[in-house]
Structure formats: structure tokens, C-alpha cells
């Protein structure tokens, strides 16, 4: 069982539909990172949590700590937003747990 | 935000050469810089962490003498996959941090290694 549980691992929504992508992790972290790899392999840095919630466009990340869950969310989602989205843990000493990803298509 | 390069982007090679793989921070300076492979639909699997300076750290079941990491200077990191078998295609992507502590990771876009 990996430490880190994303869901689901593929997603195809219409353009227009609020996306969600769930995120479960099992080890103690300071930190949850959303990252998002397009389809060339190139990695983007979304967010990065320690508590709470954070807003970038219409893209929204959440996490809740006592159960060790985040959420990232899309806002009026459009095909330029299809991807693979990445959930990764990082301890305190710097060691990254990743997901296996959610493959997010969008249909125009 | 920073970027960070790699090159090649995509390298075809014969089993048993060797392949050098670059990573740049183009404007910032890279502390530590991270090696990652990714094996189809898997998740990304750390390989390396390299500070500027000093020897990299591998992680378990990665060979160091297999795949060669130099991060001789804050800008530049290299991966250098010696001898290299079809088992070791692959994409490999590379990261930089400005610290040491938790400060963003900067990927580069990736390098897709086939060997065949």
C-alpha cells in the first residue's frame, strides 16, 4: 500500500464541471504538494499545504489534518487543464511521498 | 516563478553507452538539486538528492555507480546513466530548491531515455 492514495486515477469531465481529486496520506508530513505533469512529462508545482486552504485561479487546495486528507479542486474546468495530477507528502526531513497521479481529461 | 532546464529532452542509445543527463537552474541558485525517475503510469520515485559541493545522497536500491550524479556548481546538476540497459528506459526528471529547508521544488520538463 503506498503511503500516499490518490482517487480517482483517471477522470474525464465535460468543460465546465467542477473537478475534484482526492488525495489520502498514511505518514506523518509537514507539508502536502499538488503538482501537475503534462502530457510532455514537464512538472509543475500547484501548491504547497501545511493547514488550511489555498486559491490560485480556479484552482483550490485543501487539507485537513486530523484525517490526513487533501482535496484539489478545478473551478470551471477546460481542456488545457487536462493533465495528470500529483499528490506528494513531505516529512520533516524532506522526504517526499508521491502519489500515483489522477489522469484528468477535460472534454470542450 | 524559476525555471529549471534539463537537456536532452530525449535520448535514443544503444545498450551498454553511457548517457549524461543536465539539469539547470536558469535564475536562481540550486542548493540542493533532486533526481527523479518514472517508469510508465507509476509515480515519480526519488533517486538522488545532491548539494551543491558535496556527494550525493542516493536513496535505497539505486545504484551509485550505475547512475552518476555531479552537482558541481549552484546552477548545474548532471545524471550520467553508465552502461546502459533497455531496463533503464525511462523519464527523468530533475528538481532544484533555492535552501535546504522547505522551500518550492522547481522541476525541469523531464528527459525520456529509451535505450535499446
Redesign the interface.
Known amino acids: 500500500k503506498?503511503e500516499v492514495e490518490q482517487s480517482p486515477q483517471n477522470l474525464t469531465a465535460q468543460e465546465g464541471e467542477f473537478i475534484t481529486i482526492n488525495c489520502s496520506y498514511s505518514v506523518g508530513i509537514?507539508?502536502l504538494h499538488w503538482?501537475q505533469q503534462h502530457p510532455?512529462?514537464?512538472?509543475?508545482?500547484l501548491f504547497?499545504l501545511s493547514s488550511g486552504k489555498k486559491k490560485h485561479g480556479r484552482l483550490i487546495a485543501t487539507i485537513n489534518i486530523q484525517e490526513k486528507h487533501s482535496s484539489l479542486h478545478i473551478t470551471a474546468s477546460h481542456p488545457r487543464d487536462s493533465a495528470v495530477y500529483?499528490c506528494?507528502g513531505?516529512n520533516t526531513g524532506?522526504?517526499?511521498y508521491?502519489?500515483?497521479?489522477t489522469s484528468l481529461t477535460v472534454i470542450p | 516563478?524559476a525555471v529549471v532546464s534539463q537537456h536532452p529532452s530525449w535520448v535514443i542509445c544503444k545498450s551498454g553507452t553511457s548517457v549524461k543527463i543536465e539539469c539547470r537552474s536558469l535564475d536562481f541558485q540550486a542548493t540542493t538539486m533532486f533526481w527523479y525517475r518514472?517508469f510508465p503510469?507509476?509515480?515519480?520515485?526519488?533517486m538522488a538528492?545532491s548539494n551543491e559541493g558535496s556527494k550525493a545522497t542516493y536513496e535505497q536500491g539505486v545504484e551509485k555507480d550505475k547512475f552518476l550524479i555531479n552537482h558541481a556548481s549552484l546552477t548545474l546538476s548532471t545524471l550520467t546513466v553508465t552502461s546502459a540497459h533497455p531496463e533503464d528506459s525511462s523519464?527523468y526528471?530533475c528538481?532544484a530548491r533555492a535552501g535546504?529547508?522547505?522551500e518550492?521544488?522547481?522541476?525541469?520538463?523531464?528527459t525520456?531515455l529509451l535505450v535499446l
Open positions: 503506498n509537514s507539508a503538482l510532455g512529462g514537464g512538472i509543475v508545482s504547497m500529483i506528494a513531505q524532506n522526504q517526499f508521491f502519489g500515483t497521479g | 516563478g518514472q503510469k507509476q509515480s515519480l520515485m526519488l538528492t523519464f526528471i528538481s535546504t529547508g522547505r518550492t521544488q522547481y522541476f525541469g520538463p523531464g525520456r
